[in-house]
Nanobody
Framework: QVQLQESGPGLVRPSETLSLTCTVSGASLTTRYYHWNWVRRPPGKGVEYIGFVTWNNVTEYNPAFQSRASISRDFSKNQITLLLTAVTPEDTAVYYC??????????????WGQGTQVTVSS
C-alpha cells in the first residue's frame, strides 16, 4: 500500500518561495499506475487542486497556480517536490500530496499523506 509523508518549513515569509517534499513508500515513482498530486486546504475552505506529475514527467497544473507552481520528482529519493513562488498570506493552508489514477480534486480520492501546515506571515 502506498504511503506518503509531506515535509516543509512550516512558516514562510510573504514573497518567498515555498518548497515542500513528499516522500513516497510502498510504491515506486516509476509506476505508471499513479499520478502524484499536490493539493491544499486553506482554513475554512475546501480542497484546492494544485497539480500533478507522472512517471514520465508529464505535469499538469490548476490554472490558478500555473504561473507560480512547479512539481518535480526524484527517482533516486522516491520524492515529489512542490515549489510555489511569491507566496502571500492567502497561501496559508495544509498541503497534502496524494497518489491517484488522475488528478485529485475531491476529498477521499486516492491515497493521501497526513499533510503539513504552511503559514505565510511576516
Amino acid at each position: 500500500q502506498v504511503q506518503l509523508q509531506e515535509s516543509g518549513p512550516g512558516l514562510v515569509r510573504p514573497s518567498e518561495t515555498l518548497s515542500l517534499t513528499c516522500t513516497v513508500s510502498g510504491a515506486s515513482l516509476t509506476t505508471r499506475y499513479y499520478h502524484w498530486n499536490w493539493v491544499r486546504r486553506p482554513p475554512g475552505k475546501g480542497v484546492e487542486y494544485i497539480g500533478f506529475v507522472t512517471w514520465n514527467n508529464v505535469t499538469e497544473y490548476n490554472p490558478a497556480f500555473q504561473s507560480r507552481a512547479s512539481i518535480s520528482r526524484d527517482f533516486s529519493k522516491n520524492q515529489i517536490t512542490l515549489l510555489l513562488t511569491a507566496v502571500t498570506p492567502e497561501d496559508t493552508a495544509v498541503y497534502y500530496c496524494a497518489a491517484a489514477q488522475g488528478r485529485v480534486t475531491t476529498e477521499g480520492a486516492g491515497s493521501w499523506g497526513q499533510g503539513t501546515q504552511v503559514t505565510v506571515s511576516s
